[in-house]
């Protein structure tokens, strides 16, 4: 039986991409039911929202079904008050074959002021899939800048300390 659904995926457009392409901004007001009894935005909150930017950038840079495989120096690094925006900026860093890193950044926006601050940076590794599971090949990401490249780079150093430490803890199990 035909289903477009299970094509999906299977014939991705490879053609390379500019990080600007993934470019995604998320923002919303930091509600009471997000916090904690501080009054602060809960972390596991916090964590749920950067996942789903760092996704929705990724599925702009793929086109394709996507899985969570790491989540790399999350870092609280000021909390986030009830009443408060939560920013949460997210664009691809680096592709490999069939997997790619996302950076984002979340930052509190003071309503009543402006005042922005960075309050947590995260690298998370999304694995594009078939509907069935099976992994697909990513389009490339074109780096352009000294910056782009310097960033690339660290992902790439993020990368090898990654799979070291999945064999090493597979190889001693």
């Given at each position: ?8 995926g ?19 007001v ?6 904690n ?33 790491a ?47 960075l ?55």
């Amino acid at each position: 039986m035909f289903s477009w659904p299970g094509l999906i995926g299977r014939f991705l457009d490879l053609t390379p991409k500019r990080a600007a392409e993934s470019a995604t901004e998320m923002v919303q007001v930091v509600l009471p039911n997000d916090a904690n009894p501080l009054g602060f935005i809960l972390g596991g909150t916090v964590m749920h929202l950067i996942d789903i930017a760092g996704a929705i950038a990724c599925h702009r840079h793929t086109r394709s079904l996507l899985v969570t495989a790491a989540v790399d120096d999350l870092q609280f690094l000021h909390p986030i008050k009830v009443g408060d925006l939560i920013i949460l900026k997210a664009r691809v860093t680096c592709a490999f074959r069939t997997s790619l890193e996302a950076q984002v950044d979340v930052y509190s926006e003071e309503t009543l002021t402006g005042r922005q601050q960075l309050t947590s940076r995260a690298f998370l590794t999304f694995v594009a899939v078939a509907q069935d599971g099976t992994r697909l090949a990513v389009p490339p990401l074109l780096v352009e800048t000294d910056e782009e490249r310097r960033v690339c780079e660290e992902a790439k150093l993020r990368r090898e300390g990654r799979l070291r430490k999945k064999v090493e803890s597979t190889t001693r199990s």
